[in-house]
T-cell receptor, first 109, second 114 residues
Framework: RKEVEQDPGPFNVPEGATVAFNCTYS??????FFWYRQDCRKEPKLLMS???SGNEDGRFTAQLNRASQYISLLIRDSKLSDSATYLC??????????FGRGTSLIVHP | DAGVIQSPRHEVTEMGQEVTLRCKPI?????LFWYRQTMMRGLELLIY????????DSGMPEDRFSAKMPNASFSTLKIQPSEPRDSAVYFC????????????FGPGTRLLVL
């Protein structure tokens, strides 16, 4: 089993739609969780951290379920500019990250 | 503040040649990471340094790969000899201790080995 697993997609949604991605991790001792965004032919960039109580940043909501070992990312009112690959990232006790393969999102007019 | 700087941005070489990738981390960052990204494997951690010391190189594919960090502002990843299966995008990233663990990536080097 891979350490961090994501549905590769692509998720193809119209503008204004709500879309959700899940990510599962295998190491129950994982410490920190993040979502990164990677645009085509660009480097990954931090989108948001994921906190145990869940957190929101504008149209983006991240949640963590430690019991089931998954994190989620919800995007409301999708914009064309949200089209990208979303990488789930999990770190262990050494704070060295493990990246998922990413979920591709395509938002169309 | 300048971000992570990588050079070259693109490299095309022939099988058997030596390839050297370069990285300048963000000033003040004490961790440096080298990653490789391919469609098949996604983003793989190759090696990381803390205060210029290699901490974990278990991700380095084989002896053809080597990495150095002679000082806090410079690191190299060398492939010798290169093979077509080394074709990938190589990213360098840095972060500082206590910096919310956020990694900052460079723009990457696109390597094509013919």
């Amino acid at each position: 089993r891979k350490e961090v697993e994501q549905d590769p997609g692509p998720f193809n949604v119209p503008e204004g739609a709500t879309v959700a991605f899940n990510c599962t991790y295998s190491n129950s001792a994982s410490q920190s969780f993040f979502w990164y965004r990677q645009d085509c032919r660009k480097e990954p960039k931090l989108l948001m951290s994921v906190y145990s109580s869940g957190n929101e940043d504008g149209r983006f909501t991240a949640q963590l379920n430690r019991a089931s070992q998954y994190i989620s990312l919800l995007i409301r009112d999708s914009k064309l500019s949200d089209s990208a690959t979303y990488l789930c990232v999990v770190t262990g006790g050494s704070y060295i990250p493990t990246f998922g393969r990413g979920t591709s999102l395509i938002v169309h007019p | 503040d300048a971000g992570v700087i990588q050079s070259p941005r693109h490299e095309v070489t022939e099988m058997g040649q030596e390839v050297t990738l370069r990285c300048k981390p963000i000033s003040g960052h004490d961790y440096l990471f080298w990653y490789r990204q391919t469609m098949m494997r996604g983003l793989e951690l190759l090696i990381y340094f803390n205060n210029n010391v290699p901490i974990d190189d278990s991700g380095m594919p084989e002896d053809r790969f080597s990495a150095k960090m002679p000082n806090a502002s410079f690191s190299t990843l060398k492939i010798q000899p290169s093979e077509p299966r080394d074709s990938a995008v190589y990213f360098c990233a840095s972060r500082r201790t206590g910096g919310l663990e956020t990694q900052y990536f460079g723009p990457g080097t696109r390597l094509l080995v013919l």
